[in-house]
């Protein structure tokens, strides 16, 4: 009998990933953008064996060299090669976007899970907690958390989840609100079950959909945060490669060697328009109301 | 003008919409050469069940089709107009003169923002610009539609009515602009029975004092026999049937119409009828549905598996002056293997009791006792603590359950099983059949039950364990419901509304499986449902409620004999079915049931046709009819008694 | 609907606090507090000791804050740890150069982002719909520095026509400001209407398909009375928490965009203030923008109320 349940559930586990896997191909522009994520990801990881450069010797010979063979985009004031830069500039934003994202959507939904769960005080507490850090620009406690504990990595990541959990929390719970008054819930409520009994085998496979799209939303406003600091001079330090800061860095120089501040530009956009392609598809194709998971 | 001029003609419609894309591209049809017509002054009926294209055909009346279908062949004309060959200035023109729409939900069919005045100000197209005029006209088209206070309601919201004076006003603006042809889509679907009788009389009174020429949709073939002149009855696309209401109905040709009329339960009819055998009749045009009657027979001597005592329910915050609490003084038994019916109308609080029972909502006063495993249980518990006597069920004596879910023990939790309305809803999207069933088996360790056992129990193959319910149809996710009620192996199956969502060839199946399952597994059933006919079909016993009280309980014969409450009397009054004389209307009471229960007194005394004073302020009292028949009235007996509505089979 | 009203203050006025709180307990976890700062790392024990009792950084932090709010509530919000001037003077001046940028913003950012929304939910997968919704998914994956970095080399290195930065300091006067204003109101406009279009589109199109324009359209009416009388004002009331939220948003983006022109506001304000940790500024630039957050949020809540019938009047007809 059990082994009937085990098996029974590894496959509904893969027909999910099917589900998902299946979703995105029917879509194009969840494929595209998907396409642009990973190709992304891939130059991040496998820059060091794309260029011969290294991302942080400088080279007073090639300073501001004009795009050539030897450097394809040219150089910067302290001659790097800009190519070499804009493609590790990736590692920096990719790692701490995709940690913290990981973290806020977890914690969120599981902050969620509880405050619509439990409903009551427990959901009024938790909700007006969250509304107030809403109520604080998210650039200004970014600065602040940042200004008391340093722009380590881990600092950065902990600021974004704490300025995102409670739109996480806030979609996700108006989500797990409609599945709670589905009959079916009254039927594990009315057979005993517990609350994380309920909430994981009934709740969260129905709202994975809503899940998976504010992930890839979330990750695209991360990332636009997180280079945001970067070019203020709060985030990557100097000399880290890493687009938002090569803009602030080359902007002053743009009449002189505009690639330098074009390439890292089109590098982020091209993968924050990946991300929202990705969520537009997701959400498409799931039959979400993209606009709902910005609102919460 | 000529009498027995053309208003509608349907000719050869086919409407189709395209699906998949690349080598999967195909073309369905919603209609298939629909060929229908109808005379100034007649009235047409569309009948048939979901998915027959009933819908799509009246939307072409008016030339509007889903954005993703077209017509791929044929005309429709209405008042000379070939529909779908007008411009758009041309259809605009035609909507406005000619036809006028009584949607199927007035609830959504009325913008929301907007003042009903202003919504009818808008077909009043004669009187644009005279804000005085337009007001007038207004007020007097919902005088016309009977809706109560017409002057005040002009600068109300759609919002600030109930679903019935919703639908009046959307028939008020349908008859604003005087068109030559009024369609209604399903008009009293989701009305409550007295409701859908009052909109009713009032349509047909309209109908014949300005002869207006009418179509009307509707799955409930009674509706179509009272309101009609014609009937075309549709399936899956094509007409199988047209003609005058009183031949088609009354000595059908086609079998499928014969099946269909079969299936309906009705309230002069016990037992339940047979079902519409969709695959039998495909397979052979000729096939001739049975039309034997499966008769429910109650069980004898049967132990009491639940007794409800005093069972109040309060949703108000803080009293309320004038109005009492949703559920007060509930009574009574249900013994094992019998399905006891309990009904009202939307708000009679019989949804309240059954989660109420079921632990999910928290009495304000009262007792519920489960005989044997909740017993026991109950007793190991308190004695010991631990163990939870988990299988070891004796039978006997009870104990009162705990009033929340979470403080019953798992046998207690066991006993008690749910089904719900709505199959869509019931079950999880994403677990399989057998996931969903496996469940409260592997939960309560129920010992001998298996998935395999449990759907060859509703009648359903084994191989289906593999479905998720999107694969499945109505009647199949509903028949897994019960699957996974019953794998718990219950004492009592509480079940709300089971078959209300379902076509009436579905139906039928499902009742019957209801009634071999209380009578094989010695299972109570607590049936809720607003439907007498399907109470008549089902029932041993049947409890009345009115604003959460009990107004009438008795033997399922003595309900529908010629004792009754007055309110039992005003729904058996209200049941519109086929062949019925539809010459009386019903007596002028108000059709709303109202908002909370009064504080004092009958809970219907402000409906009551032979209210007396002291119906206003004190509880009425138990009258015995016989000694399983009570009535709770001031009333005599005498003044209780009328004619029964049928003569008793 | 008074008390739906007097619920929703009550809240906003919970929210800002709380806000407020969070805030200045994060500041406390301040390695080294504004006596240091201010006197640098060298200073003697003595000196910071004296320039503590001075700034009353010795009393308890809980302490400091109900003095601090004592003081707000009669419009005292201290003294800048590093101009030493007022920080109500100080922001004051700082916000009217935000608030010039923000109010341009804001009028035309909204009124062009619901046009344009309207436009493409109404012409629903035709060209004028791709073509914007388009626009709007760049404005959504564009950050603010890259609109401005690329406005900034567009316009005043290429076309030297707008002033790239603004070389007037914080005492400026509005008419000095105005010709620097146009580049940063496009940058924060061109973000900002994204996602109110997105929504506008998305609500258009959900109403679109509603029964009750259907009905509408059977009525045989003309299409402006459709779209204004029927579609628009259910459009409107999800569109309206979106905005409600960019014009809160705009408190933090104005950030980077004052950052970029050099634009003496609020944000140029805010990244100086954290720089040198002016413990009274970032305070008081905090209840603003929660002011802002909740103000706005109160607004569009009141519109609703105003906009939909169901919330103001309860089911009374019965």
Redesign the interface.
Known sequence: MTAVTVSSRFTQNRASARRVVRSILSSKSATVGFGLVILQIILAIFAPVLTPYNPTTNDAMSALADPSGAHLLGADALGRDILTRTLYGGQYALTVSFAATVITVALGSLIAGIAAFRGGIVDEVIT??L???????????L???V??FGSGQWVIVFAAVVVYTGGVTRVVRAAILDVLSKDFITAARARGEGMFSILLREVFPNVLDVILVEFAMRA?WIV?LI??LS??GFGANPPTPDW?LM??EN?NL??IA?LS?VAP?VA??TL??G???AA?GLAKSFGI????E??G | MNTTEQVVGVDDLTVSYRTGSGANARQVDVLKNVSVSLERGRVLGLVGESGSGKSTLAGAL?G?LRSTSFISGGTVSVAGNDVFALGSAEL??????E???V???AG???????KIR?QIA??LHGLRGDKRAQRERAEELLRLVRLPNPR??LD??P????GG?QQRIGIA?ALA?DPTVLVLDEPTTGLDVVTQAAILDLLLDLQRSRSMSMVIVSHDLGVIDKMCSDVAVLRMGEIVEFGGVRQVLGSPGHPYTRGLIASVPRIDRPGIPPSLDHQALDADAEWVQSDEVTLRVAPVDAPVVLSVRDLSVDYRRRPVAGTGPTVQGVSFDVAAGEIVALVGESGSGKSTIATTIAGLQRPAAGSITLAGAGAAAGAGRRAAGAGGGAGSAARGGGAPLAATVARRSKAERQAVQLIFQNADTSLNPRKSVEAAIQRPIDLFKVRGASVAGALSDVELPGSYSERLPGQLSGGERQRVGIARAISAQPQLVLADEIVSALDVSVQSSILRLVDTLATSKQIGFLFITHDLAVVRAIADRVIVLYLGRIVEEGTVEQIFANVSHPYTRLLLDAVIELGDEHSDTLEKVAD?V??APPEHGCPFASRCPIVRDVCLTVTPPDLAVSETHHITCHATLPELIHEPAFVAA | MTLLIARRVA?SV???L??TV??FT??Q???GDAATQILGQNATPDAVATLRGQLGLDQPAIARFFSWLGGALHGDFGTSLVSHQSVGAEVGRALVNTSLLAVITIVVGITLALVLGMVAGLLRDKWPDVAISTIA??G???????VA??L??LFS?TIPFFPAVVVAGQNATIAELLPSVTLPAVALIFVLSA?II??MR??VI?VSD?????????????LG?IVF??IL??AML?TL??IA?NV??L???V??VE?IFNYPGIGTL??QS??T?DLPV?LL??VL??VV??VCNLLADLISIA????LR?S????
């Not at chain 2, 959504?108 to 907007?114: F, S, V």
């Not at chain 2, 919002?159 to 109930?162: D, E, G, L, R, Y």
């Not at chain 3, 959504?140 to 890259?146: A, G, H, K, L, R």
Request: no cysteine; net charge positive; proline share 6%.
């Open positions: 007006r907690v509304d107030s850090i809403l109520a604080i620009p998210a650039i200004l406690s600065l602040v958390i200004t008391v695209s636009l280079s945001s070019f203020l938002g803009v602030a902007r743009m009449a505009p501040t530009i982020l956009a924050i328009v991300l929202n392609l537009d109301d993209r606009m709902k910005v609102l | 008016l509007s605009r023109r035609f909507r406005i003169n036809v006028a729409m949607p199927q939900n959504n069919a009325l913008t929301p923002t907007m202003e808008e077909s005040a309601a109300r919201y919002h600030q009515f109930s004076q603006i602009s709303e109202p908002l | 809240l919970v929210t800002v709380l806000a969070l805030v994060a500041i976890l301040l390695p998914l760049v959504m994956s564009v950050p603010e520095f890259v970095t690329v900034v080399l290195i996602y997105r929504m998305t609500s959900d509603s029964e009750f324009v259907r009905t509408a359209v059977l009525k045989g009416n003309s009375r009388k029927h004002p259910s999800p928490n979106v939220m809160a948003w408190v933090g983006g950030v980077v950052s805010m990244i954290v720089q940790r970032i630039i905090t923008s929660a957050f909740v906009l939909n019938p169901r009047h089911r009374s007809a019965r």
